[in-house]
């Protein structure tokens, strides 16, 4: 599997891959031709009272790990495409968020590698 995931704010043009926006809201201040998508899984990210519930405060991130995996069970479909398309070319999981180990691309990156 090749899974590889990206802050929106850093993604270059020789960034090659299949390309999943996995935020639920729209990135502040990129165009979205410039992220050149392949997909946007809104219903990949957590829920609005679950996002705001963290807001990416690491300390509430185990709990936060935890109710996102049991939210993530309803969409065993399409993470199972996700895994699918990660068997055959690199996926690249796209987030916004200033912290790059405490956000909603690594809990599904961790479950596409079963690691969940």
Same mark, same amino acid.
């Given at each position: 599997? %090749?899974?590889?995931? /990206? =802050? *929106?704010?850093?993604? @270059?043009?020789? @960034? /090659?891959?299949?390309? *999943?926006?996995?935020? =639920?809201? #729209?990135?502040?201040?990129?165009?979205?031709?410039? $992220?050149?998508?392949?997909? #946007?899984?809104?219903?990949?990210?957590?829920?609005?009272?679950?996002? /705001? #519930?963290?807001? %990416?405060?690491?300390?509430? #991130?185990?709990?936060?790990?935890?109710?996102?995996?049991? !939210? +993530? /069970?309803?969409?065993? *479909? @399409? +993470? !199972?495409?996700?895994?699918?398309?990660?068997?055959?070319?690199? $996926?690249?999981? $796209?987030?916004?968020? =200033?912290? =790059? !180990? %405490?956000?909603?691309?690594?809990?599904?990156?961790?479950?596409?590698?079963?690691?969940?």
């Amino acid at each position: 599997m %090749h899974i590889e995931l /990206k =802050r *929106v704010y850093d993604l @270059t043009a020789s @960034t /090659k891959g299949y390309r *999943v926006l996995v935020d =639920r809201i #729209w990135p502040r201040g990129i165009n979205k031709e410039a $992220l050149s998508l392949d997909e #946007w899984c809104k219903d990949l990210a957590p829920s609005n009272e679950l996002r /705001k #519930w963290f807001g %990416h405060d690491s300390d509430r #991130w185990g709990q936060f790990r935890f109710s996102y995996i049991a !939210e +993530l /069970k309803s969409k065993a *479909v @399409t +993470l !199972e495409r996700l895994r699918q398309i990660s068997e055959n070319k690199r $996926l690249i999981l $796209l987030y916004s968020a =200033r912290d =790059r !180990e %405490h956000n909603q691309a690594v809990v599904i990156r961790d479950l596409l590698l079963g690691d969940g």
